[in-house]
């Protein structure tokens, strides 16, 4: 068997590339990538991102987008939710999930219709639990992350941690 040779990667772009690609389809850091592989590799990413786009999309069909402001105002106003847990918790998820999430409703279930985020990234959740935490200065427990499933269940749980505070 001939060994392959392998340049190695200096692009920074094509670093990007590899390193999604060892997160999303687990290969170890340790593994080499040839830039023969390069092609096939962002291919895989592309897909990835059409797929999650697609799913998405589908979610969110017949919803108008709501800016953060219209967001808030509609779901949190009128109940004394904090401008700012709303959109730090928003924020928190758009930038964790990588999605444009400006047709979210306060209903929607990461255990249900939203539940197809951790097939494209099994440790989102954990992501945005510790995002949470240093965003907002809180501590949350294992068993408080597992019982918030709906927007409204984060939202809630932020502002009453902060008020205790």
């Known amino acids: 068997m001939e060994p392959v040779i392998t340049r190695k990667i200096r692009n920074p772009s094509n670093k990007l590339v590899c390193s999604l690609w060892r997160k999303v389809e687990k290969v170890p850091k340790s593994t080499d990538v040839s830039l023969?592989?390069?092609?096939?590799?962002?291919q895989c990413i592309l897909s990835i991102f059409k797929t999650q786009k697609t799913v998405l999309e589908a979610?969110?069909?017949?919803?108008?987008?709501?800016?953060?402001?219209e967001f808030y105002?509609?779901?949190?106003?009128?109940?004394?939710?904090?401008?700012?847990?709303?959109?730090?918790?928003?924020?928190?998820?758009?930038?964790?999930?990588g999605a444009d999430l400006s047709r979210l409703s306060n209903k929607d279930d990461f255990a249900q219709n939203?539940?197809?985020f951790w097939d494209f990234d099994s440790l989102a959740d954990v992501s945005i639990v510790i995002s949470l935490e240093k965003f907002f200065s809180i501590k949350i427990e294992d068993s408080e992350a597992e019982s918030m499933h709906t927007i409204d269940d984060i939202v809630y749980f932020v502002t009453n941690k902060l008020n205790k505070a």
Do not use: C, W
């Open 73 to 97: 105002n509609q779901y949190y106003k009128e109940k004394e939710i904090p401008f700012h847990v709303v959109n730090g918790v928003k924020h928190i998820l758009e930038t964790e999930l």
């Open 36 to 42: 023969y592989m390069l092609p096939a590799i962002k």
């Open 59 to 69: 979610t969110f069909k017949d919803r108008e987008p709501l800016s953060t402001n």
């Open 114 to 116: 939203l539940s197809f």
